[in-house]
């Protein structure tokens, strides 16, 4: 595999909010990984990413910023293989995401789409969101307050209006469901699958597990989770992937997020030869075709 030259391109430290060292770890893994299975992997910066003309034709890129994913998408467009892709990537800032997991039936919480200079009280009281998440729709959560956990309509119009003079016109309001969190990593196509409660773990990006709290344990189908994971997998085009879904009381499941290339951060060290391998069965398929 000597011939495969892959251009690997680390995540910028804005899109790692307290998880910049776990992202850079299972980034750097995986290309461990390929390199002991015969690959050049050379490393990238999203800065240097950015200015550079790449020789590589496989770019393998834990990329958010917005000129990162439009060069993704570019070369992809013009034959590269890119993996994770740019629009898959982009697919997963909220509003994409929203729209095509409800559009497809993956179990997803009632949301509303708002523009964030309306009046939304009267909506959400006939809705009956009590309780609600109001989250940027139109990229990715840089900061805390990208995402804001709200206890009524009038907390919520707060809230929307503070998105708003911040420059952030769209957002997504998800009803917030009581049950159990649990985060969830994958790998498109391959037997890997690890699921636990960050609650009771400790694991946490900014604090919201607190919301939902200790887990009930609530028995569920590991299958099906698996399931409807793989089938927004395929849909927002994201082969390496994470998120959460919450469990309610009757068992049933509902994603909450799914997210491009996570931290894998509980189980990198089995992770990394299944995002590998996930990478090379991608480059043999797409050699196929060329």
């Excluded at 590589?56 to 439009?70: F, K, Y």
């Excluded at 189980?267 to 299944?274: E, K, L, S, T, Y």
Aim: glycine share 8%.
């Amino acid at each position: 595999m000597a011939d495969i030259k892959i251009a690997g391109v680390m995540r910028a430290g804005a899109y790692s909010p307290n998880h910049i060292g776990n992202d850079a770890a299972i980034f750097n893994a995986v290309a461990d990984q390929l390199r002991k299975r015969g690959c050049e992997v050379r490393i990238y910066s999203e800065e240097q990413f950015q200015g550079a003309d790449l020789e590589e034709d496989i770019i393998l890129n834990m990329c958010r910023e917005r000129a990162s994913i439009e060069k993704l998408q570019a070369l992809e467009e013009n034959g590269r293989l890119v993996i994770n892709s740019g629009f898959g990537i982009e697919n997963c800032t909220r509003e994409r995401m929203t729209r095509m997991l409800l559009g497809n039936g993956i179990p997803y919480p009632e949301s509303l789409i708002v523009n964030t200079n309306e009046d939304v009280r009267p909506e959400l009281e006939k809705a009956g969101f009590n309780g609600c998440w109001i989250k940027r729709g139109d990229f990715h959560a840089m900061h805390k307050e990208d995402v804001s956990y709200c206890r009524h309509p009038q907390e919520a119009q707060e809230v929307l209006h503070e998105y708003f003079y911040r420059g952030i016109k769209r957002a997504v309001i998800n009803r917030h469901l009581v049950g159990d969190l649990i985060k969830f990593y994958g790998v498109s196509g391959q037997p890997f699958f690890y699921w636990f409660y960050p609650f009771d773990e400790g694991h946490s990006k900014y604090g919201y597990e607190a919301v939902n709290g200790k887990s009930q344990g609530i028995e569920f189908s590991e299958e099906y989770l698996r399931e409807i994971c793989q089938k927004a997998s395929d849909i927002m085009d994201v082969k390496i992937y994470g998120g959460d879904c919450i469990v309610d009381a009757d068992g049933s499941i509902r994603i909450i997020d799914f997210n491009d290339w996570p931290s894998f951060a509980p189980c990198r060290d089995m992770a990394a030869p299944f995002i590998s391998k996930c990478v090379l069965k991608s480059i043999k398929e797409w050699k196929k075709k060329r």
